[in-house]
């Protein structure tokens, strides 16, 4: 459980850090919280070269409101995000989402944005940010760029982000009113990680039909996904059991559904559609 | 009342242990250390052709590689002390030569700088393999298969049948006769701190010390010397904080040894700190048996006969007490029953993985779970309930000594209090309503229960493969403070409490006067050690016979001071007084003066104060001073105040207990969830119920980890899958249920203070509780056995397929 040699390099500003990835950018990785990486790099199943530390960098870490959207600090912990008083009342999908990551020690040293860049396909945050539709804010050396959640996540522990590109920051729309937001999972007894997670955020009328709906399933598949087909099918309805019951059949369409020692490709597509249905449901009964 | 005993005293370890001021192995730093990092086998078998070691010896930081050919003749195979007929010991050596058998087995070894410079280099040796069919599963293992020693011709290690009565008559004559095939998964011990090892060998004085993280200092230093093959009283073994065993640390291992020939071949200390994956590897599993139980009754519930047929997975090679582990199944096949025939028929099959040995309850809760499994299908295949089949077996009180058809005396018990004060905390009537309502409702609610007993103490030396004894030396120091030298070897169990709290009352003096002394081979007598919940039963009571004996020395020289005779010396509360006195006051109806407060540890003013004896009595800590100063002490006798017993038990002891599980069973995925979980446990005298209760939880866990998560899995080439934690699956404080403990107390004739033992009673008694329960929740679909782990999948395939 001793990792390779690797050259460490920790930059003072992200400016600075842009610049030295720019020169590595094959053989660094840029080191967040630290709880995926050192992990594999223990295992030596990841052997970068060079680690570009970027906590040292001020001013990563924050939950900011600008301009209708949350924008939220790559190096922003799961504790602070799951902790924000402001972000339960304004975007409550994220602490709910946070509070289910690992443990204590996880979730004091882990961030959003190593969470993010490191595309586990069981990791939570990806269910909640494609859910919510959020932009993502990428740095590199020849300047920033924003990428949809959707397209973010490429396959597993692949995304969108280019050699020498850094995520700088989050941004969601902040939901309006009447909205319900919920995460509910299946945690690997072992690991932790999701063996299915389903994030939702939905807005209903005043007459209880559901006018949006976001749905974002994680630990299924190779990478997490939008269940389109759930979305489709649940918005314009008054999310009445009938139409929720035939919605959730749709939960994996499309994706190759993975097996493993705990949960066989059957049972995984069952529990898919099982928590579908009650992050739904959970998510229904608060949007008011 | 006793000041100590049987108080809820705070565990004196513990703020050493949570300020992090304790010191485990890796925290032992010599100057000039040198750092070892193992290469160990990637197939489960194979022929090693060539081993090319020539590019890591000439990394940089690299000191020394060895590899098998360099010690095959200078340190001896690793010892297993378990001695059954015809029993094939494979030659296990500490690196292999030219055959692999397990998956993680020590191949070569790199002595480097620094840990990081061993582990790089590692990747530098080429080995060229010839990979061989392993053989995984013990069933088929034992068939035939792919051989693990082409030279034994098959893979069985040894059989031997065991229990008595007549069986074959037995089950023939009963009503009714259940069975049931049932699997003991393979389990990893995962002890917090895992293995590690420190060696410095001191070329001058010839000596070598080896700090190691075991639970048998002394045991181990008797191995090592004959492995390494140097004078055993030049060899320390030094035991420093220890982060867990649970059984894990009862053994002999290769890297121990090596870790001590290498530092004498360099002559610098070496230290391993084994990795979270060796430790997975290859420390030793627990469990693995695949058994066929057999069961009669009569159509009233009595139990006729029990016969188990098992195989037991071994692994590819003996560790210490490997195939003795199976025995202490068949010892315990009587459970908490009349069972008036017993039979095991064990089958011990080498496999190509790791050795099994040791861990929790060893053999014990295997035996448990196919006793309590069998009744629990007794009781569905008659119709009862499970309390009622239970109950109506129970030997009574007054039938203790209790001789079971395994050969066994119970010491003594109350079977049928602990099950009714279970019974009334958990509110089983009531229980059996609800669940009556739930599932008229559609809910799966399920009451599981366990009523077991455990044998404790090991054990007397005629039962053990190397004495079962153990040691005390009690001393009280010059300026008053009481040392007492353990030959047990806590690793958390709280003795160095609970030993104080003996000796605290017993000696009349503050807890904090007492220091226990444990781990250090040069420093105390030889001692077995800590494991077979016998630390307290056997160990504290060779410290309270070791306390008699001083007390008997210091009613002497106290009485040699108050210049009377020693029949006339009354102590208590830690003076000595004169008899003669108080019965002279009693009789006259006054009250005898208090004596003052003597603070403990306080050291009198000046270097060599003249004892205080103004015959009023004199304080226990003015007898080790007068004794040590020795101008005045009655003639002939011998200076000092210390004692030393080497306590030998005549019988077992045998706790036991009910532990009831209540689930509610999710009907849409199968999650399992608690609703309660009620525990009366009954291991005899208490000494300290804050340690009882810890065990006992503790034990809870581990045996909900076996119940419902916990499986050491090999593929079929015998890869190890569950290599991480991230794989295997111990239980999170967030997936333990609320225990709701009490219990009885049945005290032990075996030990002057009653006490049977506790470490492994959550292991034996709560794994068939649970999975009682989960089976009774499903009991609707006619299910009577599910096997560990019970994973909600299997739950929802049950349930899927009925609807």
Same mark, same amino acid.
């Given at each position: 459980?001793?990792p390779?040699?690797?050259d460490?390099?920790?930059p003072k500003?992200i400016d600075?850090a ?10 660094a990785?840029?080191?967040?919280g ?43 912990t799961h504790?602070?995000?799951?902790s ?24 004091n ?6 969470s993010l ?8 945050w990806p ?9 993502m804010?990428?740095v ?6 924003t990428i949809n959640?959707?397209?973010?996540f490429?396959?597993?522990?692949t995304?969108?982000?280019g050699?020498?590109?850094i995520l ?8 309006s009113e009447r909205?319900?937001q919920?995460?509910l999972k ?9 063996v ?7 807005t ?14 994680t ?22 059991e ?8 749709h939960?994996t ?9 705990y ?9 898919a ?15 008011k | ?5 049987g108080?809820r005293?705070k ?13 485990y192995v ?9 750092h070892?990092a ?6 489960a ?27 095959a ?8 002390a378990?001695a059954?007929?015809d ?11 030219n055959?692999?058998?397990f ?11 620094d840990?990081?410079?061993a582990r ?8 060229d ?14 068939k ?17 049948t065991a ?6 008559a037995a ?5 009714r ?19 590690? +090892?420190? %060696?410095?060998?001191?070329?001058g004085? !010839?000596e =070598? /010390?080896?700090w190691?993280? *075991?639970?048998?200092?002394h045991? &181990?230093r ?23 065993g ?9 890297e ?7 530092s004498?071949?360099?002559?610098k200390?070496?230290?391993?700190i084994?990795?979270?994956?060796e430790?997975i590897?290859a ?6 048996q ?10 009233d519930?009595?139990i ?5 047929? +098992?195989? %037991? ?5 003996? !560790?210490? =007490? /490997?195939p003795?582990i199976? *025995?202490?199944?068949?010892l315990? &096949?009587?459970g ?7 039979q095991m ?11 099994t ?5 060893a ?8 006793v309590?499994r ?28 209790f001789?079971?058809a395994?050969g066994?005396?119970?010491d ?6 602990a ?6 905390m ?6 059996r ?9 559609g809910?799966?609610?399920?009451i599981?229960?366990?009523t077991?007993?455990e044998i ?5 030396s005629?039962?053990?493969?190397a ?12 300026t008053g403070?009481v040392t007492?030298?353990?030959g ?6 709280g003795?160095?409490?609970?030993f104080a ?6 000696l ?14 040069s420093i105390?007598q ?10 307290t039963?056997v ?5 309270f ?7 008997e020395?210091a ?14 010396v ?16 009693a ?7 208090p004596?003052?407060?003597v ?12 004892p205080?004896a ?25 200076p000092?105040?210390?004692?030393t ?6 019988n077992?002891?045998f706790?036991?207990?009910?532990h009831?599980?209540?689930?509610e069973?999710d ?12 525990a ?12 009882v ?11 909900l980890?076996q119940?419902?998560?916990e ?19 111990i ?7 609320w225990?709701d403990?009490d219990?009885t107390?049945?005290?032990s004739?075996?030990?002057?203070m009653?006490v ?7 292991t ?10 989960i089976?009774d929740?499903l009991s ?17 395939r049950i ?5």
């Amino acid at each position: 459980m001793i990792p390779a040699q690797f050259d460490y390099l920790a930059p003072k500003t992200i400016d600075e850090a842009v610049g030295l990835f720019a020169q590595h950018p094959d053989e660094a990785k840029i080191l967040a919280g630290g709880h995926s990486l050192i992990p594999a790099m223990k295992l030596r199943l990841a052997m970068p070269q060079v680690l570009i530390d970027i906590s040292r960098i001020k001013d990563l870490a924050y939950i900011r409101e600008e301009g209708g959207q949350i924008r939220i600090g790559a190096m922003t912990t799961h504790y602070q995000l799951e902790s924000s008083d402001r972000l339960r009342e304004i975007c409550p999908l994220l602490p709910e989402c946070a509070a289910q990551i690992g443990d204590v020690q996880v979730r004091n040293k882990g961030t959003i944005g190593g969470s993010l860049a490191h595309s586990d396909p069981a990791g939570d945050w990806p269910a909640a940010i494609i859910a919510l539709d959020a932009e993502m804010v990428a740095v590199s050396a020849s300047g920033e760029r924003t990428i949809n959640a959707g397209d973010f996540f490429v396959d597993m522990l692949t995304t969108a982000l280019g050699p020498g590109e850094i995520l700088r920051e989050i941004r969601i729309t902040t939901p309006s009113e009447r909205f319900g937001q919920s995460y509910l999972k299946v945690p690997q007894p072992a690991s932790g990680f999701a063996v299915v997670g389903v994030a939702v955020t939905l807005t209903r009328d005043s007459n209880g039909v559901c006018k949006s709906a976001g749905v974002g399933i994680t630990g299924v598949a190779s990478k997490v996904y939008r269940a389109t087909a759930v979305e489709q099918a649940i918005s314009g309805s008054g999310l009445d059991e009938q139409t929720l019951a035939a919605a959730v059949a749709h939960a994996t369409d499309g994706v190759s559904v993975n097996g493993d020692l705990y949960a066989s490709e059957a049972y995984r597509r069952h529990l898919a559609q099982v928590y579908t249905r009650r992050a739904i449901e959970a998510a229904a009964s608060r949007a008011k | 009342m006793a000041k100590y005993v049987g108080q809820r005293v705070k565990r004196t370890e513990d703020p050493r242990l949570i300020q992090g001021l304790g010191h485990y192995v890796d925290d032992i730093k010599l100057p000039d250390t040198l750092h070892v990092a193992f290469l160990r086998s990637m197939y489960a078998h194979a022929k090693i052709k060539s081993i090319d070691t020539s590019e890591a010896s000439h990394a940089p930081g690299v000191v020394a590689v060895y590899t098998g050919k360099d010690v095959a003749a200078r340190v001896g195979p690793v010892p297993c002390a378990a001695a059954l007929p015809d029993l094939k010991v494979p030659d296990y050596r500490v690196l292999a030569t030219n055959h692999v058998v397990f998956v993680g087995q020590p191949i070569a070894v790199v002595v480097a700088t620094d840990r990081y410079a061993a582990r790089d280099a590692i990747d530098l040796i080429m080995i060229d393999y010839e990979e061989l069919p392993a053989v995984i599963d013990v069933e088929q293992a034992a068939k035939g298969g792919p051989l693990v020693y082409e030279e034994y011709g098959d893979n069985i290690a040894y059989k031997l049948t065991a229990g008595e009565g007549d069986i074959e008559a037995a089950l023939k004559s009963s009503d009714r006769v259940v069975s049931q095939r049932i699997v003991h998964q393979r389990l990893a011990p995962i002890a917090m701190e895992g293995r590690g +090892v420190l %060696a410095r060998y001191y070329p001058g004085e !010839q000596e =070598l /010390t080896i700090w190691s993280s *075991t639970q048998i200092p002394h045991l &181990l230093r008797t191995q090592l010397a004959i492995m390494i093959g140097m004078p055993e009283n030049k060899l320390r073994v030094i035991t420093p904080e220890v982060g867990g065993g649970f059984g894990s640390k009862l053994n002999v291992y290769a890297e121990e040894a090596l870790l001590g020939w290498i530092s004498m071949q360099l002559g610098k200390p070496v230290k391993w700190i084994e990795s979270r994956r060796e430790n997975i590897q290859a420390t030793i599993h627990g469990r693995g048996q695949v058994g066929y139980i057999e069961m009669g009754c009569n159509n009233d519930g009595t139990i006729t006969g029990l016969r188990y047929n +098992v195989f %037991a997975d071994l692994g590819a090679y003996h !560790q210490l =007490l /490997t195939p003795a582990i199976p *025995t202490l199944t068949g010892l315990m &096949l009587s459970g908490s029953y009349k069972i008036p025939a017993i039979q095991m028929n064990v089958t011990g099959v080498f496999t190509n993985k790791m050795a099994t040995d040791a861990y929790r309850g060893a053999g014990r809760p295997e035996a448990t779970y196919v006793v309590e499994r069998a009744v629990d299908l007794v009781a569905a295949e008659l119709g009862m309930d499970t309390v009622d089949v239970r109950r109506k077996n129970f030997p009574a009180p007054s039938e203790f000594p209790f001789k079971t058809a395994t050969g066994l005396f119970y010491d003594s018990g109350d079977y049928e209090a602990a099950l009714n004060k279970a019974l009334a905390m958990a509110d089983y009537k009531s229980l059996r309503e609800e669940q009556k309502k739930a599932r008229e409702q559609g809910r799966l609610i399920g009451i599981g229960l366990s009523t077991y007993v455990e044998i404790c103490a090991l054990g007397p030396s005629q039962a053990m493969p190397a004495g079962g004894w153990e040691s005390a030396t009690v001393r009280i120091e010059p300026t008053g403070g009481v040392t007492i030298l353990t030959g047990a070897s806590p690793h958390g169990q709280g003795q160095e409490t609970s030993f104080a709290q003996i000796a605290a009352d017993e000696l009349g003096v503050d807890l904090n006067a007492v220091t226990v002394i444990h781990g250090d081979t040069s420093i105390v007598q030889y001692g077995i050690g800590t494991f077979g919940s016998r630390a307290t039963a056997v160990g504290g009571t060779a410290v309270f016979i070791a306390i008699e004996k001083l007390k008997e020395k210091a009613t002497n020289i106290a009485a040699h001071m108050m210049k009377t005779d020693a029949s006339n010396v009354v102590f208590k509360e830690g003076r000595f007084t004169k008899q003669a006195a108080k019965a002279a006051s009693a009789g006259a109806g006054a009250k005898p003066e208090p004596e003052p407060d003597v603070p403990v540890g306080e050291a009198p003013a000046g270097a060599m104060p003249e004892p205080e004896a103004d015959g009023k009595g004199v304080t226990i800590q003015d007898v080790a001073l007068a004794a040590h100063i020795a101008r005045d002490i009655p003639p002939g006798s011998e200076p000092g105040l210390s004692a030393t017993y080497f306590f030998e038990p005549t019988n077992f002891t045998f706790p036991f207990g009910t532990h009831i599980a209540v689930v509610e069973v999710d009907r849409e995925t199968g999650d399992i969830k608690f609703m309660r979980y009620v525990a009366v446990d009954d291991c005899g005298k208490v000494i300290n119920p804050m340690l009882v209760d810890g065990q006992v939880q503790g034990g809870i866990v581990q045996a909900l980890g076996q119940a419902m998560y916990e499986e050491i899995v090999y593929d079929d080439q015998g890869q190890l899958v569950t290599g991480t934690l991230m794989d295997y699956a111990i239980p999170k404080a967030a997936m333990v249920p609320w225990m709701d403990l009490d219990r009885t107390e049945t005290p032990s004739p075996v030990n002057p203070m009653g006490v049977k033992g506790v470490g492994e009673a959550g292991t034996i008694g709560a794994t068939p509780a649970i999975v009682g329960a989960i089976v009774d929740a499903l009991s609707p679909f006619g299910v009577r056995h599910l096997d560990m782990p019970i994973k909600p999948e299997t739950l929802w395939r049950i349930i899927s397929k009925a609807n």
